[in-house]
């Protein structure tokens, strides 16, 4: 049964790749990358229960913080086209 | 006392995590979270922005009624997304809000981001910029009703 | 009792899976950005909330129902700023939505004309 969850959250990723290469603009990219991301917490967790290791938890954790800066940081990135750029300052493009 | 309970919730999401309860780890639990708390209290996010422990009561009514709005409104989307003709309205529209602190309105557009069918797109003051996946999501948003539960939720400050 | 836990914990984790797929189906499906987070938020929401709630129930009392309930409080708090970062990302940089109807010009006063009367809604 762990494996059937398993294998539903694997099609699902499928999709969002086939989002992530299709997808017109950036920001279609992003959301199916950050998608892949919530995706690949589940499929941790679910993995986790399957093979008896629950510590693949601790890493699902990890993902989710990184998931969240990750896409924080490219969104940035897209907006300012440099990290480091001053926030208050007008965009350049 | 905000730090002390910044401080009690740090050290049990150390021990939640570790699992392993020997004198060295504790201790190293401890020395981590003097240090957080003290990195906390020196960037000043120890004020009811950062830390709205005062919202804590009246969790107990709001969040339960945020999960049922969440699961009806998406089995809503659900159905939008399984049907053939695939029948969207896309909306956009601005509503107000009505809260006074900066946690309040953090609530309400994160409660309307975290409803499926509607996205806060933008915010400019008390004015959210939000786009609807039907109509009559933005509708009932323009209603204000989850306004004012939030509104009662963030109490009288 | 055991029998009545397994079938619950079960269901749970059915019915998150399919609302998983059905999430990543509309992002395949809809027609621009806007509505594909739409989708997404299906996912993020009842996806991932019962897999993880039927995760726990199996786990029992323990650390590891614990951590899973912390990764769902993360997971529930962080994604709407993910969100509306994208959401205001995309309108910044111009990206027009598909709008059926655009009612950011009158906002709240349409509701106020519309009154009582709204057939559409309920």
Known sequence: MFAGAAAAILVALALAIVRAIKGPTVFDRVLAGNTVGSLSIMLLAVFGFLTDRPEFLDVGLTYGFLNLIGTLAVLKFFRYGDLAYDADSEPRS | MRWLSLAALLFAFWLALSGHYTAMLVTAGIVSTAVCVFAAVRMRALDPEGHPIELLPRTVTYYPWLVREIASSAWGVTKIILHPALPISPCMTVVEASQKTAAGLATYANSITLTPGTITAGVDGNKFTVHALVRDGAIDLESGGMDRRVTAFEGKT | ?122
């Open chain 3, 1 to 122: 009792m055991t029998l009545v836990v397994e079938i619950a914990s079960w269901s749970l984790i059915l019915l998150g899976s399919f609302f998983t797929l059905v999430g990543a189906l509309g992002l395949v499906r809809m027609p621009d950005v806007y509505t594909r987070m739409h989708a997404v938020s299906v996912i993020d929401t009842l996806g991932i909330g019962m897999t993880f709630l039927g995760l726990a129930v199996q786990a029992g009392f323990s650390l590891v129902t614990l951590k899973l309930l912390f990764l769902m409080a993360l997971v529930f708090f962080t994604w709407p700023v993910v969100t509306h970062a994208l959401a205001q990302a995309c309108l910044h940089a111009g990206v027009q939505p598909q709008l059926a109807e655009d009612r950011r010009e009158f906002g709240r006063h349409a509701t106020d004309v519309q009154g009582e009367g709204r057939p559409s809604s309920n």
